[in-house]
């Protein structure tokens, strides 16, 4: 049990017990059950299992709910809980049977269901409907830079003082780190050395069209879907235009928007926000796409290897795209809505800013170089931030550079081991 995820698990425990049901999302392959099965052995009692990725369970849970429910006792984990939505609704009467005899006849609240979902875009309408206030719903992607380093991951927050305080990750040279990067972040790759990434890679896209993509659209051009799939991968690190990836693959923006909302709802994209508010004006409003695994990305984008890819064109933002994931990871690993914390900047002055980091209404600007010397130039930016209306903290540029070093006051470049 090597890789299992520290940092979720840590607020797993802390929510069981207080929430009648649990539901963990996330991309296929990353271990979402294996956390739960993991933390079922420390319970209380004995936690059971099924998985609607069987189709006969899934036939009887579609049938008949409340008999399927009764059949198998609580607590339960309930795998790739989205085939069967109705399920949802049944839960939700299980879950006020408890909540009245916890009031009334003094018996202990405890958590009834334990859920996963690989793609959650139909189902989650149902959980905010269904379950309001009976269900903690937290995110999980692949294994971060810290988990696998053995090392506690804590949200990053660019604060010197707080920085200094963490243990670095190991030291790579920079073929080692684009080792890291074409490898990506899946729990299989990155214990099972004999594995082909090439063969894995393959047959994990093969799995997400069959599985999830054929489930929520009807995809007539499986050729297409990949050709958008590439084009997504290409356009990682900049600004989401629907319009731009539909001339590449001759379909329609519409389509396209549908297309990556499906993306975005399995987890393979995130779609990082441009900050703006009442005080920001004439701001670039198109998020940023993010790729959440780098491995998966460089396999769409044709790299098999570390040296080509860090000769390429792409390297520059393939490195920025691996780090803006590892923070995402870093605060969905403890619990955090990466959404409220993380940003980016442009403007139509063509001022940008790589990461805008907001926590506890502090406005922490963040520049990413893949160079151990990115010079004064990579700060110009920064000032912007002070018409945030918001308290501006320590300004940062995240390179290749081996210690903390500082330019100027509240101005560091600091080392990518530190994220």
Request: aromatic share 12%; proline share 3%; with cysteine.
């Given at each position: 049990?090597?890789?299992?995820?520290?940092?979720?698990?840590?607020?797993v425990?802390?929510?069981?017990?207080?929430?009648?049901?649990?539901?963990?999302?996330?991309?296929?392959?990353?271990?979402?059950?294996?956390?739960?099965?993991?933390?079922?052995?420390?319970?209380?009692?004995?936690?059971?299992?099924?998985?609607?990725?069987?189709?006969?369970?899934?036939?009887?849970?579609?049938?008949d709910?409340e008999?399927?429910?009764?059949?198998?006792?609580?607590?339960?984990?309930?795998?790739?809980?989205?085939?069967?939505p109705?399920?949802?609704?049944?839960?939700?009467?299980?879950?006020?049977?408890?909540?009245?005899?916890t009031?009334?006849?003094?018996?202990?609240?405890?958590?009834?269901?334990?859920?996963?979902?690989?793609q959650?875009?139909?189902?989650?309408?149902?959980?905010?409907?269904?379950?309001?206030?009976?269900?903690?719903?937290?995110?999980?992607?692949?294994?971060?830079?810290?988990?696998?380093?053995?090392?506690?991951?804590?949200?990053?927050?660019?604060?010197?003082?707080?920085?200094?305080?963490?243990k670095?990750?190991?030291?790579?040279?920079?073929?080692?780190?684009?080792?890291?990067?074409?490898?990506?972040?899946?729990?299989?790759?990155?214990?099972?050395?004999?594995?082909?990434?090439?063969?894995?890679?393959?047959?994990?896209?093969?799995?997400?069209?069959?599985?999830?993509?054929?489930?929520?659209i009807?995809?007539?051009?499986?050729?297409?879907?990949?050709?958008?799939?590439?084009?997504?991968?290409?356009?990682?690190?900049?600004?989401?235009?629907?319009?731009?990836?539909?001339?590449?693959?001759?379909?329609?923006?519409?389509?396209?928007?549908?297309?990556?909302?499906?993306?975005?709802?399995?987890?393979?994209?995130?779609?990082?926000?441009?900050?703006?508010?009442?005080?920001?004006?004439?701001?670039?409003?198109?998020?940023?796409?993010?790729?959440?695994?780098?491995?998966?990305?460089?396999?769409?984008?044709?790299?098999?290897?570390?040296?080509?890819?860090?000769?390429?064109?792409?390297?520059?933002?393939?490195?920025?795209?691996?780090?803006?994931?590892?923070?995402?990871?870093?605060?969905?690993?403890?619990?955090?809505?990466?959404?409220?914390?993380?940003?980016?900047?442009?403007?139509?002055?063509?001022?940008?800013?790589?990461?805008?980091i907001?926590?506890?209404?502090?406005?922490?600007?963040?520049?990413?170089k893949?160079?151990?010397?990115?010079?004064?130039?990579?700060?110009?930016?920064?000032?912007?931030?002070?018409?945030?209306?918001?308290?501006?903290?320590?300004?940062?540029?995240?390179?290749?550079?081996?210690?903390?070093?500082?330019?100027?006051?509240?101005?560091?470049?600091?080392?990518?081991?530190?994220?």
């Amino acid at each position: 049990m090597k890789y299992i995820n520290r940092a979720l698990e840590k607020i797993v425990k802390k929510t069981i017990g207080n929430f009648p049901v649990i539901a963990i999302t996330g991309p296929r392959q990353v271990g979402k059950t294996t956390l739960l099965e993991y933390l079922s052995q420390n319970m209380y009692e004995k936690v059971n299992y099924v998985s609607l990725d069987d189709l006969l369970l899934r036939s009887q849970a579609n049938e008949d709910p409340e008999l399927f429910l009764r059949t198998h006792e609580t607590p339960l984990i309930i795998d790739e809980f989205q085939y069967v939505p109705k399920l949802l609704n049944y839960i939700k009467i299980k879950v006020d049977e408890m909540r009245k005899n916890t009031l009334f006849k003094n018996q202990d609240s405890k958590t009834l269901y334990f859920l996963t979902g690989s793609q959650v875009f139909s189902a989650m309408k149902n959980i905010t409907e269904s379950l309001a206030g009976r269900i903690a719903i937290l995110d999980l992607y692949g294994l971060s830079s810290r988990e696998l380093n053995g090392l506690e991951e804590k949200i990053f927050i660019p604060d010197i003082s707080l920085l200094k305080e963490k243990k670095k990750t190991k030291k790579v040279s920079t073929l080692e780190l684009f080792e890291k990067i074409i490898n990506g972040s899946y729990p299989e790759l990155n214990s099972n050395s004999s594995l082909n990434r090439e063969v894995f890679y393959q047959s994990y896209i093969k799995t997400y069209i069959e599985r999830d993509v054929r489930d929520l659209i009807k995809v007539k051009d499986e050729t297409k879907f990949i050709k958008f799939l590439s084009s997504v991968v290409a356009r990682t690190g900049y600004e989401y235009n629907a319009s731009l990836i539909a001339n590449d693959i001759e379909i329609d923006s519409k389509t396209v928007d549908e297309w990556m909302s499906i993306l975005v709802n399995t987890h393979l994209v995130f779609l990082l926000n441009s900050y703006s508010n009442n005080t920001v004006q004439r701001v670039i409003k198109r998020p940023k796409i993010i790729f959440m695994d780098t491995g998966l990305a460089c396999f769409l984008a044709g790299f098999l290897t570390p040296e080509t890819l860090e000769k390429s064109s792409y390297s520059g933002q393939i490195f920025e795209n691996y780090i803006i994931s590892e923070i995402i990871k870093s605060y969905t690993n403890n619990g955090y809505d990466a959404h409220r914390h993380l940003y980016y900047y442009r403007d139509k002055e063509k001022r940008k800013i790589d990461l805008i980091i907001v926590y506890n209404n502090v406005v922490y600007p963040v520049e990413i170089k893949k160079s151990a010397n990115p010079g004064r130039e990579a700060f110009k930016n920064f000032e912007v931030v002070k018409k945030f209306n918001l308290q501006v903290g320590t300004g940062v540029v995240l390179c290749m550079i081996n210690e903390i070093l500082a330019l100027e006051e509240d101005r560091y470049f600091v080392p990518i081991e530190y994220i």
